[in-house]
């Protein structure tokens, strides 16, 4: 995949661009952070290893987001 359907494909997972070091030459990643600042934390962003394969970022990212929804679920029940 490219940047541009990285990013897509971040966003339509409710993720947002929050560091882009793709054109490094030794690591090349992208970061996305939830796009609800509440939940962020440093275990719950997403890194999309340019040099892995797109399956293994994807899943990545899907681990992620259901651990996000989750987060928010006890946030939530916390308020009330």
């Given at each position: 995949?490219?940047?541009?359907?990285?990013?897509?494909?971040?966003?339509?997972?409710?993720f947002k661009?929050?560091?882009d070091?793709?054109?490094?030459e030794?690591?090349?990643?992208?970061?996305f952070?939830?796009?609800?600042?509440?939940?962020?934390?440093?275990?719950?962003?997403?890194v999309?290893?340019?040099?892995?394969?797109?399956?293994i970022?994807?899943?990545?990212?899907?681990?992620?987001?259901?651990r996000?929804?989750?987060?928010?679920?006890?946030?939530?029940?916390?308020?009330y």
């Amino acid at each position: 995949m490219n940047k541009e359907e990285i990013i897509t494909l971040a966003k339509s997972m409710d993720f947002k661009l929050d560091y882009d070091k793709s054109h490094n030459e030794s690591l090349p990643f992208i970061r996305f952070t939830s796009i609800d600042d509440e939940l962020d934390e440093p275990d719950l962003r997403w890194v999309w290893r340019m040099n892995d394969e797109d399956e293994i970022n994807i899943l990545d990212g899907r681990y992620i987001q259901s651990r996000l929804v989750k987060k928010r679920k006890v946030l939530n029940s916390l308020k009330y």
